[in-house]
């Protein structure tokens, strides 16, 4: 047999409507990409603030590299640490208000790292049904009982912690949810977590950097505070990697236990750089003033065609149902020169399947307003 299976189940893929293929850019993320010899224009990135074409982050991680070299060349622990690496996350605490902050080598890595880290057999974590993926994962590393909850529902929550005898209790949920652009209810959650001595982390990947006053995430918008800040640098901050903040004992707990932080390779130097520039011009120019404007244009141009629009962030999907349809709404709108994503099972429940829409602050006035044309045709010829 060996491997002789995999044949059938890549079939099964693709009967299903499921099959992936990698798509190639040939531009940086701006606004209007270039993808198989053609203009189009970009509504599927997570570069929210554009920053990852912005001068002073482009600079930053130049410069790094003339002075670091390209890679880190080692994990953190060995010799792959440096000054630049400890500024960013004396950085990121000042900017989400903590203690402390820890850098991992991927957002994905960090839920892994401290989730399975912080909670252990006979503890207890409550997830969002919607979490990502990486929660997910963190949670089944832990060992701990996990109990999901019904989407942002308190309830649900305050009955299962008054329930619970276990050693140590973990709400956890995304910040913002990254397919359907609603908001956890944070200031609920924490309320119910005081009640039952339980601890709050927050993902704040599609929140930090354009949400709240200080742009700092779902916690700053909802002004409330949470044990645990994770977020990642490789949206809004336009680089890549992820990173933790809160209490310095925290931090010192984790930098010693979470495994993939400790037996990994450091970011290279021109990552921590670039988001540490980013970090930068967000507290400076807050480009996120701008991304709010292109929302409003284009969630008034969507409710104007007939959307229903439930987002309440940048993240805005065009619901679609079926695999097959989600499929072909998404080629017909590329055929219109938008390229914006149709998500599918697994990332999405089955019949739930949608164009995952999401704005930049570097969308012009112009892009909106041909987007919402080639996505009014689309939804004109399909009867979306």
Known sequence: MKMSWLEDALADIRNKGLYRELRTIRSAQAPRITMDGRELIHLSSNDYLGLTTHPKVKNAAIDAVEKYGTGAGAARFTSGNTDLTDSLEEKIARFKN?????VFSTGYMTNLGVI????DKGDLILSDELNHASIIDGCRLSRAEVNVYPHRDITCIDKILGRSTHN???IVTDGVFSM???????????EVAEKHDAMVMVDDAHATGVLGKHRRGTADHCNVNVDINMGTLSKAL????GYVAGS???IDFLRNRARSFIYTTALPPSAVAGAKAALDVIVKDDPAAKLWQNVSLYNKGLKDMGFSIDSQTQIIPLMTGETGRTLDVAAELERAGVLALGIRPPTVPKGQGRIRTSLMATHSKMDILDALDAIRGVKEKLGM
């Open 168 to 170: 140590k209790k973990l």
């Open 180 to 190: 359907d652009g609603d908001i956890a209810p944070l200031p609920g959650i924490k």
């Open 98 to 102: 903590t203690e402390a902050a820890m």
């Open 116 to 119: 399975s880290a912080l909670m």
């Open 248 to 250: 310095q004992e925290l």
């Open 238 to 241: 336009a680089s890549m990697g």
